[in-house]
């Protein structure tokens, strides 16, 4: 038995400044993650819903006007090839453009906008009481809605936990 550590205990240490601040900052960053369960209203929903059909549409349009570059160049690749079958569009400069100008149209046209976003206004209740019912837009348009929750919500908590050490530090 060693007599001196019993004789002689180590005094406990006071957390330091810089520790403390850290640790209410992660505390206020992990409070703040519970954002990703807050409620998602409808509107908040459908902007969503729309803005992930809208990229959506651009990428396709993106994809579209380089299978119609490499028409042109009689050099169509064999991924552009599959694409242009999934979407089913022939390989010609014409029907490519056909398809980007319905594509564009799907995204600017405020009748076709109005009813997209009616449908989703629609649903939105069904979606919302069971997951499985969503489609592939719907369900990324979720989980955006939730993941940013969750960004915003740490910043903020780990903002006001950083804050809230630096006032209790003064007060000492």
Known sequence: MNYDAAMNPIPAQRPSEKSRRIGATLMGGMLGM?????PVSKDTFVNSAFSVVRKNAEKDIKTLTLAAEEISKNRLSEENR??????????????????CKEL?????????????????????????????????????????????????????????????????????
């Open 34 to 38: 519970t954002c990703y369960y807050l």
């Open 82 to 99: 599959i694409i242009l079958k999934e979407m089913g569009v022939d390989e010609t400069q014409a029907a490519i453009s056909a398809k």
């Open 104 to 172: 564009k149209e799907s995204i600017t046209d405020p009748d076709t906008v109005k009813n997209l976003k009616k449908s989703f206004a629609e649903n939105f209740k069904k979606y919302k009481k069971d997951a499985s019912l969503m489609d592939a837009v719907t369900s990324k348009a979720m989980s955006n809605i939730k993941w940013n929750g969750f960004k915003w919500g740490m910043g903020i908590g780990a903002v006001l936990g950083a804050a809230l050490s630096l006032i209790t530090a003064k007060e000492q």
